[in-house]
């Protein structure tokens, strides 16, 4: 009877404190899960090609050498983030891990920006769950946060939505015109940020921030300029993908789109037959579907109280719904998917958590919350573990590759794009290895093996077979075999006339 009695005084749970208990929990979550998983990723993913030849954009800079306009060998690509890393070298000498460190300010500034907005217009809750999905989405925590190629870009354009929402006209067309010389990807965001300037600003203002926008835009395109009174050519404008698609092709692409953006919402790195493979096969559409869903219901519900919302609000509406419809049509007009289409989701990257976090905040039931986004968290988190698995078996074959170079004394020599400046970032540049002509984008490198004599030559299997056994059938050179590669090492004329006699633009 006592008992009875004192379980009937207990005060049902709040469930206001229930769901404070959660947000908490997930910020703790975020912040251990955004360090756990870039802090490997930083050390044991290989550099990349585009990531090498940025960093030696960036000591040219540093050393005073040169200060280029565009990527070596890519006229059409401003290095923002090279001038950006260019003090970290001079300061820290060349590694690409230290400039790995240094560039998650890009991403911890596009996210504290967003994580920022989002708790303006919404509630605190949304914005931690916004934050969650930033801290454990696979593309940004393997690939673009750890290495340096296309990450300035969403940095810029959240700028660009921050000035838009503080009404700074000319410093949005200031970072607007920086955004379009960093990356031709930052059109797709222009769409909602002109229309913001056409439907989002008070009419008695829109004249002025029409022209100041403007006046900041070609401002903000002086690296252009600079290129075409030094070159004659203002930029060597390069539009994505294989051309137009024929009319017939539209319903193909278009399925590609959405077939692809499910693995970038979950990873496209796995070992193929194994259980992360199936897992991830079975398991891609859940993100996938989430975000369509809550991508839906919140154009759905913007569109409903649209004359409510104050301009800012709708602004920053425009700016998250509007991506991923521009994105699919370009995907698919422009054949996107001929070329490595993978990349071209980056705009999805502030459309999808916030949609989902605010999709999952308006369960009614903390109980729900809970069991969603948990799931969501775990499999994604899953998959990361998964990815940085091949990422550490390609790190490992690269190191081999670097040790049997070393032992054999072969440190000058060629190798493909994806394998030749890798290995010199790898050995800290005690070998120096170039594409042959015309791949190479490094001068420097090319002319050092040119000078000293190639000493090896590294094949990727099955990429060009009469040249592996043109390689093989050399008397004066040694064959060892790896997983994905085959190295050719010792002195012949063969390797002179594979690297070309020309120098590298």
Same mark, same amino acid.
């Given at each position: 009877m006592e008992l009875l009695q004192t379980r009937s005084l207990r005060k049902p749970r709040n469930p206001e404190v229930g769901a404070k208990e959660d947000v908490s929990f997930w910020?703790? $979550?975020?912040?251990?899960?955004?360090? #756990? *998983?870039?802090?490997? /990723? !930083?050390?044991i993913i290989p550099p990349v090609f585009d990531e090498v030849v940025q960093l030696y954009m960036a000591r040219d800079i540093a050393t005073l050498a040169r200060f280029p306009l565009y990527f070596y060998g890519q006229h059409y690509m401003g290095p923002l983030e090279s001038y950006f890393l260019a003090p970290v070298l001079g300061v820290f000498g060349f590694s690409f891990v230290t400039a790995r460190f240094f560039y998650q300010l890009f991403y911890m500034a596009f996210a504290a920006m967003f994580v920022g907005?989002?708790?303006?217009?919404?509630?605190?809750?949304?914005?931690?769950?916004?934050?969650?999905? $930033?801290?454990?989405?696979?593309?940004? #925590? *393997?690939?673009?946060? /750890? !290495?340096?190629?296309?990450?300035?870009?969403?940095?810029?354009m959240m700028l660009c939505l921050a000035l838009l929402l503080g009404r700074s006209f000319f410093w949005l067309g200031f970072f607007s015109g920086i955004g379009f010389w960093c990356n031709g990807i930052a059109l797709v965001w222009f769409a909602p940020l002109g229309l913001s300037l056409m439907i989002g600003i008070p009419s008695e203002d829109r004249r002025k921030a029409f022209l100041w926008t403007g006046v900041g835009a070609v401002a903000g395109l002086f690296p252009i300029w600079i290129h075409g009174l030094q070159t004659g050519t203002l930029i060597d404008m390069k539009g994505g993908g294989g051309g137009f698609a024929a009319m017939g092709d539209l319903p193909r692409l278009f399925y590609?789109?959405?077939?692809?953006?499910?693995?970038?919402?979950?990873?496209?790195?796995?070992?193929?037959?194994?259980?992360?493979?199936h897992s991830i096969h079975l398991f891609s559409f859940f993100p996938f579907t989430l975000f369509a869903i809550s991508l839906v219901?919140?154009?759905?519900?913007?569109?409903?109280?649209?004359?409510?919302?104050?301009?800012?609000?709708?602004?920053?509406?425009f700016f998250v719904v509007l991506p991923p419809f521009i994105l699919a049509a370009l995907y698919s007009v422009r054949n996107l998917v001929a070329v490595e289409g993978i990349r071209f989701y980056l705009p999805l990257l502030a459309s999808y958590p916030f949609v989902v976090a605010w999709g999952i905040r308006r369960l009614p039931s903390l109980f729900w919350k809970r069991i969603l986004l948990g799931f969501l968290v775990t499999m994604l988190t899953v998959f990361n573990g998964a990815s940085l698995k091949v990422q550490l078996r390609d790190r490992s074959e690269m190191d081999q590759m670097v040790r049997i170079l070393e032992e054999n004394k072969a440190t000058v020599g060629i190798g493909g794009m994806a394998v030749a400046y890798t290995l010199n970032a790898l050995s800290h540049e005690r070998?120096?290895?170039?594409?042959?002509?015309?791949?190479?984008?490094?001068?420097?490198?090319?002319?050092?093996?040119?000078?000293?004599?190639?000493?090896?030559?590294?094949?990727e299997r099955g990429a060009d077979p009469d040249l592996e056994q043109k390689l093989a059938a050399e008397p004066d050179l040694t064959k060892v075999s790896l997983a994905h590669y085959d190295v050719f090492y010792g002195l012949s004329p063969l390797l002179k006339e594979l690297l070309g006699v020309e120098k590298p633009s």
């Open positions: 910020i703790v $979550l975020g912040s251990v899960l955004f360090l #756990a *998983l870039r802090i490997p /990723a !930083i050390r907005i989002v708790r303006k217009f919404f509630d605190r809750e949304t914005a931690v769950y916004t934050f969650l999905l $930033l801290a454990v989405l696979p593309y940004p #925590a *393997l690939h673009f946060t /750890a !290495i340096v190629a296309y990450e300035e870009i969403l940095t810029v590609l789109f959405f077939a692809r953006m499910k693995y970038f919402l979950s990873t496209n790195l796995y070992e193929p037959g194994s259980w992360a493979a219901a919140f154009a759905v519900s913007s569109l409903r109280m649209f004359h409510r919302l104050n301009p800012e609000e709708k602004n920053f509406r070998i120096t290895a170039t594409p042959p002509l015309p791949e190479a984008r490094y001068q420097a490198a090319w002319e050092a093996v040119r000078e000293r004599g190639p000493q090896f030559y590294i094949a």
